[in-house]
T-cell receptor
Framework: NAGVTQTPKFRVLKTGQSMTLLCAQD?????MYWYRQDPGMGLRLIHY???????AKGEVPDGYNVSRLKKQNFLLGLESAAPSQTSVYFC????????????FGQGTRLTVV | RKEVEQDPGPFNVPEGATVAFNCTYS??????FFWYRQDCRKEPKLLMS???SGNEDGRFTAQLNRASQYISLLIRDSKLSDSATYLC????????FGKGNQVVVIP
C-alpha cells in the first residue's frame, strides 16, 4: 500500500518554464490538498479538491493551477515558474475534510533559478 | 491574527526531561485538532489527535481547551529520537497548520 506518492521528488526549473507535479493516492480518499512549505512560514495551502472534478483555492493560489480528473490523482501546474515558487511542495489526502487526519506524500523539492 | 499560532522555539531539552508547549487558534468553530510530527526534510506525520477530555499516548499527552482556544502537547522522559518539529493542526473547513515547535533533545 503506497499511500500518497508524489512525482518528481526533486526538480530544478529555469524562470519562465512550466511543469506539472503529480500526486497519486491509493486510499480512495475524497479530499486532496497541495501545500507549500517555506522556512519560517509553515505549511500553506495552495489548492484543494473535495472530490473528482472539483478544485478550490487555498491561501496562496496565485501562479498555480490544479486538476482532479481522476479521484486518485491531483495535479499541480506551474505555468511560468518564478524564483518565488522555490519551495517544498507537499500533497496530502484525507477521507473527509474536517474530522480525520491528512496523509502526506514525501514532498517535491523545487528550485526555480 | 494567524489562524494557528505556535512559538517556533527551538526548545532545547535535556534527555529525560519534560517539555510542554501550546498553540492557540483563532476560529472558535474549529472542529478537529491534531499534533503532527515533522522530521527534517520529511513529510508531516500524525502524532496524535486531540480531544477535549485530553488524551495520552505513552510519553505524550495532549490537551484541548476550547474556552481559551489553545492546544497543548507534553512530552515526558524526552528521548533523542523526539527531536523534531511538532506541528499544531486545526480543522474547520480545511486543515490549518501552525509553523511548528522545534524540539532539540540534548544528550
Amino acid at each position: 500500500n503506497a499511500g500518497v506518492t508524489q512525482t518528481p521528488k526533486f526538480r530544478v526549473l529555469k524562470t519562465g518554464q512550466s511543469m506539472t507535479l503529480l500526486c497519486a493516492q491509493d486510499m480512495n480518499h475524497e479530499y486532496m490538498y497541495w501545500y507549500r512549505q517555506d522556512p519560517g512560514m509553515g505549511l500553506r495551502l495552495i489548492h484543494y479538491s473535495v472530490g473528482e472534478g472539483t478544485t478550490a483555492k487555498g491561501e496562496v493560489p496565485d501562479g498555480y493551477n490544479v486538476s482532479r480528473l481522476k479521484k486518485q490523482n491531483f495535479l499541480l501546474g506551474l505555468e511560468s515558474a518564478a524564483p518565488s515558487q522555490t519551495s517544498v511542495y507537499f500533497c496530502a489526502s484525507s477521507p473527509s475534510r474536517v474530522v480525520t487526519e491528512a496523509f502526506f506524500g514525501q514532498g517535491t523539492r523545487l528550485t526555480v533559478v | 491574527r494567524k489562524e494557528v499560532e505556535q512559538d517556533p522555539g527551538p526548545f532545547n531539552v535535556p534527555e529525560g526531561a519534560t517539555v510542554a508547549f501550546n498553540c492557540t487558534y483563532s476560529n472558535s468553530a474549529s472542529q478537529s485538532f491534531f499534533w503532527y510530527r515533522q522530521d527534517c526534510r520529511k513529510e508531516p506525520k500524525l502524532l496524535m489527535s486531540v480531544y477535549s477530555s485530553g488524551n495520552e499516548d505513552g510519553r505524550f499527552t495532549a490537551q484541548l481547551n476550547r474556552a481559551s482556544q489553545y492546544i497543548s502537547l507534553l512530552i515526558r522522559d524526552s528521548k533523542l529520537s523526539d527531536s523534531a518539529t511538532y506541528l499544531c493542526v486545526v480543522g474547520n473547513n480545511r486543515l490549518a497548520f501552525g509553523k511548528g515547535n522545534q524540539v532539540v533533545v540534548i544528550p
